[in-house]
């Protein structure tokens, strides 16, 4: 039982503009004491991650559990101190009368923070709950709309070893199936790198295009400026007299109408006689920005919107178990990103380009500035992401979900190595709304054959158990649950 005695004082930082505190108990509860928890810190060092970053940071003191005091931020790496299903106060104090924000993006720990007190006399206060989430987070507080002090912490999970059990779990569950721990929105996050993937999840398409989508706009914006040009044949039907270059083309058009001759004082002689055509073909050569690779372009900005739309339909719909609410400033990042697209394809410059019906990847998509760009950009948008790296914030589902689907891959992974495989597919998945997850019920079953006895053993995944009571009873069942 955790007492009042074990609340500290976890991190304190002095700006220009505000103070900000952050108190909770420093352990978790796998250890009954704080002492019990130092003890453990003698034998097995593990370090956490903290950031911070503001502007006129004065002092940052961090709680050190090895030593039971404040230290200098500076003076780290400090033991973790921060864990899943712990709970931390907030208070962060304005040093003059300005009404400060608290953002985090995940829309449950940004409204658990507001201001309180009178005008001219408030301070924001709220408390930060992580459940069963492990990994980074990052909160922000904002004055005037500008960032003004910026933190990343590190939660531990309280059942698992973070560098080593926690680790290899979401390997694990990734190496079964591709993408499953990934979540949309949470508390917290883990990084990964893009990966080539035949199926990446909205989440992945969102993250990716987060991080990408003001490269991509300043590509589009550069080939506006710098497009690729080209020289087209514009063939008019004129008075001869107006003709001022022709061609091999033309020229064949006109000598089989010999209707369209003339009789002239000089001109082509046949039979004693000079004819010239009274019209013919003029061919003017136009600049023309109606290219392949132009619409190629656009249709990579058609496509990107459609996928906006699609991301907004997903979290704008009908949501089941494990899904979030759909959270107003997210869909106003997905409105905004539709509209920056469509601005620019009601341009004047892409109205005038016509409609992609080949594919083109040629020199100019693959070298030139902006089209390159462009190109590399919408490429890294339609692949994947995989938990190596520092570039992108992936959210994970959370502890106890994912050790659900480790339970039940990991005892599929052990029947298949001692029995004969009846269901060729290894686990029945859904690509959700938004992001992969198991199907419950009869369509997540793996089905084995015994090789002696031939009997059939049913793996189900969240099976009621009821449903089964009718079936033969020689059929063996387990449950992941």
Excluded at 54 to 67: K, L, P, Q
Excluded at 163 to 186: G, M, P
Excluded at 287 to 303: A, G, Q
Aim: proline share 3%; charged share 25%.
């Amino acid at each position: 039982m955790v007492s009042g005695a074990d609340q500290k004082v976890l991190l304190s930082i002095e700006t220009e503009d505000v103070s900000l505190f952050l108190k909770g108990v420093p352990y978790d509860l796998r250890y009954l004491s704080f002492k019990q928890y130092q003890n453990h810190l003698k034998f097995e060092q593990e370090w956490m991650k903290l950031d911070i970053d503001g502007i006129g940071i004065r002092t940052c003191m961090v709680f050190d559990a090895s030593t039971n005091e404040l230290r200098p931020y500076d003076q780290g790496p400090f033991p973790p101190i921060f864990f899943e299903n712990g709970v931390y106060q907030l208070v962060v104090i304005p040093k003059a009368a300005e009404l400060l924000d608290f953002y985090h993006e995940h829309p449950g720990l940004r409204n658990a923070v507001s201001a309180v007190g009178e005008k001219n006399h408030f301070l924001l206060m709220g408390q930060l709950d992580f459940k069963n989430e492990v990994g980074f987070t990052t909160f922000s507080i904002r004055k005037n709309g500008e960032e003004i002090l910026s933190v990343t912490l590190e939660i531990f999970p309280s059942k698992l070893s973070y560098k080593k059990d926690y680790v290899q779990l979401l390997r694990e569950v990734s190496d079964e199936v591709y993408n499953l721990a990934f979540h949309f929105i949470k508390k917290t996050y883990l990084t990964g790198n893009v990966e080539s993937t035949n199926k990446p999840s909205s989440t992945e398409f969102y993250r990716l295009l987060e991080h990408f989508f003001s490269e991509f706009l300043h590509a589009i914006q550069l080939i506006e400026r710098q497009p690729h040009l080209q020289l087209k044949k514009e063939y008019e039907w004129v008075s001869a007299h107006r003709i001022r270059k022709s061609n091999s083309r033309t020229r064949k058009f006109i000598a089989g109408r010999p209707h369209l001759f003339a009789e002239a004082e000089k001109g082509i002689s046949i039979n004693g006689k000079s004819f010239l055509p009274t019209k013919g073909w003029n061919v003017k050569k136009t600049i023309s920005h109606d290219n392949w690779e132009n619409r190629f372009v656009k249709y990579m900005m058609w496509r990107l919107v459609q996928k906006l739309d699609d991301l907004k339909r997903r979290l704008e719909g009908k949501n089941s178990r494990y899904e979030l609410e759909p959270d107003p400033e997210t869909i106003q990042k997905i409105d905004e990103g539709k509209k920056l697209l469509n601005d620019r394809l009601q341009n004047s410059f892409w109205k005038q380009i016509g409609k992609l019906d080949r594919s083109v990847i040629n020199q100019v998509v693959q070298m030139k500035a902006g089209y390159r760009d462009a190109f590399k950009i919408y490429l890294i948008l339609m692949k994947g992401i995989i938990l190596q790296g520092n570039l992108l914030r992936m959210s994970l589902k959370d502890v106890a979900l994912l050790y659900e689907y480790w339970t039940y891959l990991k005892m599929g992974q052990i029947l298949r190595t001692h029995f004969i495989i009846e269901k060729q597919d290894v686990v029945t998945y859904k690509y959700g709304s938004l992001f992969v997850k198991l199907e419950e019920g009869a369509s997540a079953e793996q089905v084995f054959r015994h090789p002696q006895t031939n009997e059939k053993i049913i793996l189900s995944y969240q099976k009621n158990i009821h449903s089964v009571t009718n079936r033969q009873p020689k059929a063996g069942y387990f449950f992941a649950n």
